[in-house]
């Protein structure tokens, strides 16, 4: 059964930064691309940024394009995810995302999801 644990969220002020990271364990790091997503109250769930197996190609949402960096260890079968220049639009619950294809910011192409990790920017 996979499962991933998101952690590294928390409250921080706007213009500061914060990693997240997502562990992943039954399964390969080599299964698939992985991904994160954020939800905030009221809001669809919005694509931040997608990584492919090798750790080569990658993909940022408009939102994550200039501030974020998203990256993975295969050995230690974690992703991570670099977020700087933090803004209050910023404030939602992360998730760490896997699946068994290339990068996609499609949410049902992921059928694994993390339970997710609360980031808070305060002004």
């Known amino acids: 059964q996979v499962q991933l644990a998101e952690s590294g969220g928390g409250l921080v002020e706007a213009g500061n930064s914060l990693e997240l990271s997502c562990e992943a364990s039954?399964?390969?790091?080599?299964?698939?691309?992985m991904a994160w997503f954020r939800q905030s109250p009221g809001k669809e769930r919005e694509f931040v940024a997608s990584?492919?197996?090798?750790?080569?190609?990658?993909w940022l949402g408009d939102s994550a394009k200039g501030r974020f960096a998203i990256s993975k260890d295969s050995a230690k079968n974690t992703m991570y995810l670099q977020m700087n220049n933090l803004k209050p639009d910023d404030t939602a619950v992360y998730y760490c995302a896997a699946g068994a294809g290339g990068i996609t910011a499609t949410p049902t192409a992921y059928p694994s999801w993390g339970q997710g990790t609360q980031v808070t920017v305060a002004t």
């Open positions: 039954g399964r390969p790091s080599s299964s698939g691309a």
């Open positions: 990584i492919s197996v090798s750790g080569g190609n990658n």
